[in-house]
């Protein structure tokens, strides 16, 4: 199983990012897959999680309304539209798969039985 994170990088306030999470090794469309951020001397936080069958969604308080996770089953990717950048959204980004809990309980510190590495987003004037 393998998860590759891209497309972080360095922007203003305001701007916005489109991570990627290309995957591979494993039934990509059959489990809930998400986003994870990691800030320097915080706890990671699930960011949004999507299921797999019905696509609900799951998205932090402190993202909803500017961030949109989405999947492409056929291309075995996941993403999320980062809009509307704040700097408290500085962090490293992670992708990760569950092949058990869903979607909804990403927010919990036991989802992700596979990471991806991360890739760094910075956001600041």
């Known amino acids: 199983v393998q998860l590759q994170a891209s497309g972080g990088g360095a922007v203003q306030p305001g701007e916005s990012l489109r991570l990627s999470c290309t995957t591979s090794g494993f039934n990509f469309r059959h489990f809930a897959i998400g986003w994870f951020r990691q800030a320097p001397g915080k706890e990671r936080e699930g960011v949004s999680c999507?299921?797999?069958?019905?696509?609900?969604?799951y998205y932090a308080d402190s993202v909803k309304g500017r961030f949109t996770i989405s999947r492409d089953n056929d291309k075995n990717t996941l993403y999320l539209q980062m809009n509307s950048l704040k700097p408290e959204d500085t962090a490293v980004y992670y992708c990760?798969?569950?092949?058990?809990?869903?979607?909804?309980?990403?927010?919990?510190?036991?989802?992700?039985?596979?990471w991806g590495q991360g890739t760094q987003v910075t956001v600041s004037s």
């Open positions: 990760a798969t569950d092949f058990e809990m869903p979607a909804s309980s990403c927010k919990f510190s036991s989802w992700g039985d596979y």
């Open positions: 999507i299921s797999s069958r019905d696509r609900s969604t």
